[in-house]
């Protein structure tokens, strides 16, 4: 359990958690949510003891260990799934002990932690986590130096879920994931053996993976029991609720406050109008969540154009020579709201390119109508915006006939206040950069605008919001998001990018998320017909062929210590007069391993037999 009791903490005075608490039930997935810059990273610091608290105390069971992703796995020449493994580092120490210890007893109770913790499995454990996440076989034997930063971070969040720690910390985790890695994630949480806390903005994974939402709001800590869709509806009630007893108490207060008025300094009513003034006092307003505006987007309207915007007629697409996307079949129309699926590294970049026009056709054609304006969003290019500009001098230098009130409007429009209107880029959240670069995508009313997970930095309001200027924006819309809400909420047509091919997928996105879930869950037989019963996956033969392996090498190991010491004890120097207490020495390490060996026998029995079955 997870105890948080009465916790304040400050920011260079400002105080941002104030007398807090909150109790997390063991085995709990717990959603922690609130505006961006209300405190939730600065929570998990206090969580882990990295910054010290003002009041109070957050207690956690004794021995429990608490994990979180680090900052990114490093650029090593270690290969992906040796990074995975080493996250374990119990088991990398028991190993390591194993092919030194000499004990008997010892090696017996190293054996049985090793067996308790799942040693002889970890390879196959860590090589189906990192599939999970998008690593193919191959990838996962290259060095972690051979990716970029947001796939390393795809490998440190594979080492924090491997080493399964009783309290998992996961700050955003979706954020470098495509649409199937994060939906494999919320399947795998769901399963999640152990306590854990999510900062999310993405509403299906806080409504399929967590059993309750911890809010942060005011400075202080609110525990809600079930999905973030009932956290919605529970909170909205209650603001509701608070409004109405308010509005009341204001309205008691006026009367109250007119009749004060009216006989204040009328002698004979002195007294009842120093009675009421007490009343006054004595009324007390309910706090309610200090509600911010929704930031709205506000999209400028293109004209129509003649269908279609965009035809491809046999068109494909690549890099040096090599083609990643063939025989291109498509027709983008302007009422068109188009969802790109499909795992990262199929060509949804490719397709993007290729119809924005970065991408030249290296075969076939691609027509788009005269007068097409086309806006593109993708996170790369929010590093090219000029970290020492302010999103004024953005706008003065690509709108310069425009002036300094036309400037704050945009802005305006894209949620970007007064202030952050002239603080440079660098200083900027990463939402306000992203609502910047929306703003630069959609400068020139483009008539198809292509977003490539546009909300990565963006809170849930902010993706509200985004969803709402999508649905009245009348141009094109393609998008690429692991967010299944915005998809849902947007997209009319869906297009599966897999095998260097796009092809329409016509079932909807519930029945994608389901055929993805699908294939990765293990073979199961049928009861009805068990000699059809599927043949397990290559992953679970790996870890049966793992498990008989090690299982062999304890034998082996406690065959070796058997022999040294059947010939200690038949050493004739041994049982000479005096020697009784060493005699007993050895004879007992000899029941020892004989005991280990008899228990190691049985477990390699059993491997056996389970591969046997699984027809290894």
């Known amino acids: 359990m997870l105890r948080i009791d009465d916790i304040s903490y400050s920011v260079e005075g400002r105080p941002l958690i104030e007398h807090a608490s909150a109790v997390i039930p063991e085995g709990h997935k717990v959603g922690l949510v609130g505006r961006n810059g209300t405190g939730k990273t600065t929570l998990f610091r206090l969580i882990r003891g990295e910054l010290t608290l003002e009041t109070g ?33 119990e088991r990398a120490a028991l190993l ?26 970890a390879e196959a454990r860590a090589a189906a986590i990192l599939k999970g996440l998008g690593f193919d076989d191959e990838a996962q034997t290259r060095a972690c130096a051979d990716f970029s930063g947001g796939w390393r971070m795809r490998v440190a969040l594979a080492a924090v879920l491997f080493s399964r720690p009783d309290l998992l910390l996961l700050d955003e985790p979706t954020n470098y994931l495509d649409l199937e890695g994060a939906l494999w994630l919320e399947s795998y949480l769901a399963r999640y053996p152990h306590t854990v ?20 709001e005011d400075r202080k800590l609110t525990y809600y029991s079930g999905p ?47 009675a009421r003034l007490k009343m006054i006092d004595r009324i007390k307003f309910i706090s309610t969540p200090q509600e911010a505006a929704l930031r709205r987007f506000s999209f400028p309207e293109p004209e129509e154009l003649s269908p279609p915007i965009v035809n491809m007629e046999g068109a494909s ?53 005269p007068k097409l304006r086309i806006g593109y969003f993708a996170q790369h290019q929010m590093d090219v915006l000029r970290p020492d500009e302010t999103p004024l001098d953005t706008l003065r ?75 009245a924006y009348s141009g094109a819309v393609v998008l690429v998001s692991h967010d299944m809400h915005l998809l849902s909420m947007v997209a009319d047509r ?55 392996r090690k299982c062999e090498a304890r034998v082996e190991t406690l065959e070796e210590m058997r022999a040294k010491l059947d ?42 037999e389970r591969l046997d079955a699984a027809g290894g």
């Open 96 to 121: 390591a002990e194993n092919e030194t210890a000499t004990d008997p007893h010892r090696i017996a109770e190293i054996q049985t932690r090793l067996a308790d913790i799942d040693a002889w499995s």
């Open 317 to 369: 697409a690549g890099y040096g020579g090599r083609t990643v996307l063939g025989r291109l079949t498509l027709r983008i129309d302007q009422d068109d709201r188009i969802a790109l699926l499909g795992k990262n590294g199929e060509g949804k970049s490719t397709l993007a390119k290729l119809i924005v026009g970065e991408l030249e056709p290296m075969a076939g054609r691609v027509l788009r109508t």
């Open 494 to 548: 869906l297009w599966l990018v897999k095998g260097g091919r796009v092809t329409p997928f016509d079932d909807d996105l519930e029945a994608y998320r389901k055929l993805l879930l699908a294939a990765d869950a293990p073979a199961r037989p049928d009861k009805a017909k068990p000699e059809a019963a599927k043949k397990p996956d290559r992953d679970a033969l790996m870890a049966l062929r793992a498990e008989v």
């Open 567 to 608: 010939e200690k004890l038949a050493d004739p120097a041994l049982y000479e007069p005096g020697k009784a207490g060493e005699i007993a020495k050895w004879q007992k390490k000899h029941a020892e391993v004989m005991d280990g060996l008899e228990r190691a026998e049985a477990l390699w029995v059993t491997a056996q």
């Open 197 to 216: 806390i999510i900062v999310s903005h993405d509403r299906e994974l806080l409504n399929r993976a967590v059993s309750g939402i911890l809010h942060l």
């Open 397 to 471: 230098r690509l709108r310069p006939d425009e002036g300094p009130g036309k400037w704050r409007a945009r802005l305006s429009g894209f949620g970007l206040t007064a202030d952050q209107a002239e603080t440079t880029v660098s200083r900027l959240s990463g939402g306000q950069k992203a609502r910047l670069t929306l703003l630069l995508a959609t400068l020139d009313a483009p008539h198809l605008l292509i977003l490539d997970e546009p909300t990565n930095h963006l809170d849930i309001e902010s993706r509200e919001a985004l969803v709402e200027a999508l649905t």
């Open 228 to 274: 973030y869709d009932t956290f919605a509806e529970t909170r909205a009630a209650r603001i509701a609720v608070a409004e109405a007893e308010n509005r009341k108490s204001e309205a008691r207060r006026a009367h109250l406050q007119s009749f004060v008025d009216r006989f204040r300094y009328k002698e004979s009513k002195a007294k009842q109008a120093q």
């Open 57 to 89: 105390e957050i207690s956690v069971p004794k021995g429990a260990r608490i994990g979180g992703v680090a900052q990114e796995a490093p650029a090593s020449d270690v290969s992906l799934i040796d990074t995975v493994l080493a996250a374990d580092t």
